[in-house]
């Protein structure tokens, strides 16, 4: 029988075979015996102590680790052809709440239908290339729209904090199956690499194809088919050589799984009127630092960096009732021009597999509420213009989309900044601090250009007091974290989505449309690239049994 010990290694002794092997028989009591077995089958670093070290989960005794994993896991979707009923999902976005959406209505023998206004990831990355050279985004195919959607240029992050969202253990499987390094069964904080998922987002493409599912790319949804009270499928723009196509796609039911930046459908539910909620959400800034400044303070001295991995770090605080903390930390790794249309400036992390850059970068954000709209007219509008997005006039309800105006607005002020384009507005943080202009900037490995701008006059006051008493503090928790070599680009303002779309909780369908399933980051349910890929799985398994109830 399989047993499962925990043990710490320092990084010289987890560089050693044979000293993992003294460690795990020092647990166990005594040597290994003829046959048995032993395989690390999770990790993770801690560096809160003086001596870093990994803490580690082995298997012992028989077929274990990611080994037995490999030869364990299952196909996909098994059998061929997995279709065996008359049910057709349609599934708005190809990120990974769609994705996998579509994978596991495969599993359950439903056709899926994906609808994805971007191109497929091949084509997409040529776009991404177009626009840091042009400086001219492509309002449907970018850094957040496309196969793949956001996650497929952001490290490939797989951790969610959730144990309540499902079986984290079958997306990563998932991705394993489809190219992903078998190592991230094993990693506590796994992440793919961007220069890998691209291929793996294709692979699952070809899964779907090949077991009867349905593409439709170059296809932006700008409206529901509505029939008795049921949402039957999408009214789509198709874009092509032959000039835009109005089309129909239909199914028995819809999982819109859209994204947090897909402002159109927001738009398309305010004018029918149909229930949104406002929701809370984060903006600040990147932060960068030198990634071998970040390895020491991590790893207390330069000594270990040569055994470990580049170092992460991961940073919270409470400032005058708003939480500030680190988000999409990307050791090794670049900082992108993300914004999505015309007239707005954003600013994401990457990293490639090995994360081997020679900066380290991480979003900086303040949580955002519907009563911090108001400061809306600190842009220079009208005074009212807070007031007015936060609450309507009948009653004083709060505006559903008071918080995407609140975003909107500030990413056009920080595009204004940049001089009218996606340069990125940088400023040096001990001149943030100190609330005065950078006349110099630090080198940075940001995918364009940046330009020195006063941050510290171009973000919400809230936002920035609360940033600087957080850097503060941060440098209390990481002493060196403040430093002239650190630099803050504009705007981290995508962390998630600061519109809602309601769901019943049971169904999980929109309160007013039945058929309708939101889902994911887009729909407010979901934040990061695992997390979103349950939501999907646990959509398609409720609308799975619904549609087979009815159909009985």
């Known amino acids: 029988m399989a047993k499962q010990i925990q043990i710490d290694l320092t990084p010289e002794e987890y560089a050693s075979e044979a000293a993992v092997k003294r460690a795990v028989e020092k647990v166990l009591g005594r040597g290994l015996q003829a046959g048995e077995r032993w395989q690390i089958v999770r990790r993770s670093i801690d560096c809160r102590r003086r001596h870093v070290v990994y803490h580690c989960t082995v298997e012992v005794n028989g077929e274990s680790g990611m080994k037995n994993q490999e030869s364990r896991v299952k196909n996909p979707v098994p059998g061929q052809p997995m279709l065996h009923s008359p049910f057709r999902v349609v599934i708005v976005g190809a990120g990974p709440a769609g994705l996998f959406a579509a994978l596991r209505a495969l599993q359950l023998g439903m056709k899926p239908v994906i609808v994805e206004r971007g191109k497929p990831v091949e084509e997409r990355k040529a776009d991404i290339v177009g626009m840091v050279r042009t400086k001219v ?48 069964m094993v990693d506590v904080h796994a992440h793919i690499g961007t220069d890998r998922l691209p291929a ?59 994204g947090h930046s897909a402002r159109d459908i927001y738009e398309l539910f305010a004018r029918r009127g149909w229930l949104l909620d406002a929701k809370p959400f984060a903006l600040g800034v990147r932060v960068e630092h030198p990634q071998e400044l970040i390895n020491e303070i991590q790893y207390h001295g330069r000594g270990y960096s040569r055994l470990l991995p580049p170092a992460t770090y991961s940073l919270t605080t409470q400032v005058a009732g708003h939480g ?8 090794g790794g670049v900082i992108v021009p993300a914004a ?4 707005q400036q954003v600013v994401n992390g990457m990293s490639n597999a090995a994360r081997n850059s020679a900066f380290a ?12 709209a108001g400061c809306l007219g600190y842009l220079g509008s009208s005074p009212k213009l807070g007031e007015v997005a936060a609450r309507r006039a009948d009653g004083g309800v709060c505006d559903p989309l008071a918080l995407l105006r609140f975003q909107q607005a500030v990413e056009q002020r920080v595009f204004e900044a940049a001089g009218g384009c996606i340069d990125a507005p940088s400023q040096r943080l001990v001149d943030f601090l100190e609330r005065r202009p950078s006349s110099r900037l630090n080198k940075s490995n940001y995918m364009g250009h940046c330009v020195s701008a006063p941050l510290h006059e171009v973000l919400p006051p809230f936002v920035v007091d609360c940033l600087i008493q957080a850097f503060k503090d941060f440098d209390r ?7 002239e070599e650190a630099s803050l680009l504009a705007v981290e303002s995508r962390t998630s989505s600061p519109v809602r779309i309601p769901r019943d909780r049971a169904t999980l369908q929109h309160p007013q449309l039945q058929g309708l399933y939101p889902c994911g980051e887009g729909a407010g349910y979901a934040g990061g690239i695992v997390s979103s890929a349950l939501d ?17």
């Not at 409720?542 to 109830?549: A, I, N, T």
Request: glycine share 14%; net charge negative; with cysteine.
């Open 340 to 343: 999505t249309a015309g007239g």
């Open 200 to 258: 793996i987002i294709a692979r699952m493409r070809e899964t779907i194809l090949s077991h009867g599912g349905e593409y439709h790319f170059n296809t932006r949804v700008v409206d529901l088919v509505v029939r008795e009270g049921r949402v039957r499928g999408v009214v789509a723009e198709r874009s092509d050589a032959g000039g835009p196509q109005t089309l129909h796609v239909e199914g028995d039911a819809v999982v819109l799984a859209t």
């Open 477 to 483: 928790k990481m002493h060196g974290f403040v430093t």
């Open 324 to 331: 500030v903390f680190s988000f999409c930390m990307c050791p």
């Open 361 to 372: 970068n991480s979003g900086i954000a303040v949580t955002v509420g519907v009563e911090d």
């Open 536 to 552: 999907g799985m646990r959509c398609v398994e409720q609308l799975s049994g619904e549609l087979y109830m009815s159909a009985n």
């Open 137 to 184: 985004v492509n309002p449907d195919s970018n850094w957040c729209f496309g196969e793949g959607g956001a996650g497929t240029y952001s490290d490939g992050k797989l951790y969610t904090r959730s144990t309540k969202r499902g079986d984290v253990s079958e997306v990563l499987r998932l991705f394993v199956e489809h190219g992903a390094d078998p190592d991230i």
